[in-house]
């Protein structure tokens, strides 16, 4: 064995914990159930998920669940990140606003399909930790912003594409306003428990919702949202 060499793996558990080997099953796995199509799955194999999960959960960040990033929020399985992002239909050089930074994965994603994204998380704690950790990443493209997502970012609009990952009664009027004339929004709806995915496409002025299935994502909590003290889950 020569310097720089690994060592030997007897127990196959190095090899296990690769990212870059966990991302490719984690791809897999997804291409199985048929979710994702090949430019999400080569976004998703290229970003470092497991630095975005808390520390405790590296382990388990490939795995195809949903994990808890503290305050109540959670980190989006990857099957649900597949879904959304196959469904938004992006091409590189899109403007996105994405509302529910929670660990900031989603947008990472995101950016690595070219796209430029500004990101609305309305819990200062998590949207400091993300924003420093997105900085320390590297990604140039996402502009992170603290407070009510459900407001939109009238600033920035119109957006060629919206990606709500958080649940709310109705879909918000400023994010419908702030979408761009041929733009795709993807929005889960409904109380906890009856939640559904919806895909609102935005065409000569008119609005096309399709509904993609059931959905199980946090509250969406603001203006246009749930009211704080109304939330479906109790973590506030
Ligand atoms: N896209 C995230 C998922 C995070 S969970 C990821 O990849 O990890 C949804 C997030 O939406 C939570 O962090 C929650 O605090 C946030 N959220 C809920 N209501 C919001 C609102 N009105 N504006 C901005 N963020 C909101």
């Avoid at 195809?64 to 989006?76: E, N, R, V, W, Y």
């Avoid at 930790?129 to 459900?150: E, F, N, Q, S």
Wanted: proline share 7%; charged share 20%.
């Amino acid at each position: 064995m020569t310097a720089g060499d690994q060592p030997p793996c007897t127990d196959g558990s190095a090899q296990r914990l690769d990212p870059r080997r966990l991302r490719q099953r984690m791809t897999e796995a997804l291409t199985r159930q048929g979710l994702g199509d090949a430019a999400v799955l080569a976004a998703m194999a290229e970003v470092p998920r497991h630095l975005f999960a808390d520390e405790a959960l590296t382990a388990r960040a490939y795995d195809l669940a949903t994990l808890p990033i503290g305050k109540g929020q959670t980190m989006s399985n990857p099957c649900t990140v597949a879904r959304m992002t196959t469904l938004l239909q992006l091409s590189p050089g899109m403007t996105v606003l994405e509302i529910g930074t929670g660990s900031g994965y989603q947008a990472a994603v995101l950016a690595t399909m070219g796209c430029r994204v500004y990101t609305a998380e309305r819990l200062p704690e998590l949207y400091e930790r993300t924003r420093d950790l997105l900085r320390r990443l590297g990604y140039t493209d996402i502009v992170p912003m603290l407070g009510d997502g459900t407001l939109g970012c009238p600033k920035m609009a119109p957006f060629a594409r919206i990606i709500v990952t958080a649940s709310g009664p109705a879909i918000p009027g400023p994010l419908i306003e702030q979408l761009d004339e041929g733009g795709i929004m993807v929005i889960p709806v409904g109380e906890s428990g009856s939640q559904r995915l919806k895909r609102v496409f935005k065409k000569a002025g008119r609005l096309y919702e399709q509904d993609c299935g059931p959905a199980a994502f946090v509250d969406l909590v603001g203006d246009h949202g749930w009211q704080a003290a109304s939330c479906q889950t109790p973590h506030y």
